[in-house]
Nanobody, 126 residues
Framework: QLQLVESGGGFVQPGGSLRLSCAAS????????IGWFRQAPGKEREGVSC????????NYADSVKGRFTISRDNASNTVYLQMNSLKPEDTATYYC???????????????????WGQGTQVTVSS
């Protein structure tokens, strides 16, 4: 399924910032757990951050803790991933994935989610 649309990626220098957006038009994201995943060429897809439905809990990969922040804007039905202090190793295609749940949980297992987007490319380079 491609019910989500990621945007906000681009080319940035190390130390720069980007804000990725995950938007949906056919359902209300606050009722969904949202996970941000990334995949670099030749690498497995890895979980970056996630937020539970109604923002009950959040999780971050150790590699991005202190640099990335996940948040919701319910008015615009959008979930964001603010990425600061970007490093070359953050270069990847970033995807958001969604699962309808009332549980205050989210996981870094991409197969747990039921909807996904096409991804947005983030390149961090000098």
């Amino acid at each position: 399924q491609l019910q989500l649309v990621e945007s906000g990626g681009g080319f940035v220098q190390p130390g720069g910032s980007l804000r990725l957006s995950c938007a949906a038009s056919r359902f209300t994201l606050r009722f969904y757990a949202i996970g941000w995943f990334r995949q670099a060429p030749g690498k497995e897809r890895e979980g970056v951050s996630c937020v539970s439905s109604n923002s009950g809990s959040t999780n971050y990969a150790d590699s991005v803790k202190g640099r990335f922040t996940i948040s919701r804007d319910n008015a615009s039905n959008t979930v964001y991933l603010q990425m600061n202090s970007l490093k070359p190793e953050d270069t990847a295609t970033y995807y958001c994935e969604a699962r309808h749940t009332i549980q205050a949980m989210c996981v870094f297992d991409a197969q747990w989610y039921g909807d996904w987007g096409q991804g947005t490319q983030v390149t961090v380079s000098s």
